[in-house]
């Protein structure tokens, strides 16, 4: 079964401050987004260190998973600022992606994303990362693998990452 790789280690610049310590439901976003997707029967990992210097974005935290876990077959890759995003969402991505073992992601935002941990995923991180002038997309390393796109139908409000206070502060009133 996948594991859930929760990236929290963004710059939050628009947020103005760490958005994975953000306070909600009594606890740090980070902290409630890996409790309730434990709760939904995934392991969750987070928290790694990236291994290239600078800030080389999510697929540094990626390639970090892979390095820390290669034996995990798959991750499924959420960012911490989508408080919005469904266990169903994900489950849909599970199931979509599961029987074709190539990336899987909604069509309009490259993540969440289901990305099976195989020995091309990490040469193609470790080519992009080491070159500082390398590939940062997330979208380019889907189709780079030859991912699937699917519709996000009626779950593009689950899509939605939270980056600014403003933003919060809408979701925090239930808006």
Request: aromatic letters at 8%; charged letters at 15%; a negative charge.
């Amino acid at each position: 079964m996948a594991a859930i790789l929760l990236l929290s280690g963004g710059r939050s610049r628009r947020m103005g401050q760490d958005k994975a310590g953000l306070a909600w439901a009594g606890q740090t976003l980070l902290a409630w987004q890996q409790q309730r997707f434990e709760r939904a029967g995934f392991t969750v990992i987070s928290g790694l260190v990236d291994r290239y210097g600078g800030y080389a974005g999510p697929l540094a935290g990626i390639d970090a998973a892979c390095a820390a876990y290669p034996v995990v077959p798959a991750f499924l890759v959420l960012p911490v600022d989508m408080p919005r995003l469904s266990i169903g969402a994900v489950q849909k991505l599970v199931q979509q992606g599961a029987d074709s073992d190539i990336p899987t992601a909604y069509r309009t935002s490259p993540l969440p994303l289901l990305l099976p941990n195989t020995p091309k995923l990490g040469r193609i991180l470790e080519q992009w990362l080491a070159d500082p002038s390398g590939p940062r997309s997330v979208y380019a390393l889907v189709e780079q693998l030859g991912g699937q796109w699917l519709e996000p139908d009626a779950l593009q409000d689950e899509l939605t990452n939270i980056n600014t206070p403003d933003q919060w502060r809408h979701f925090m009133a239930g808006e």
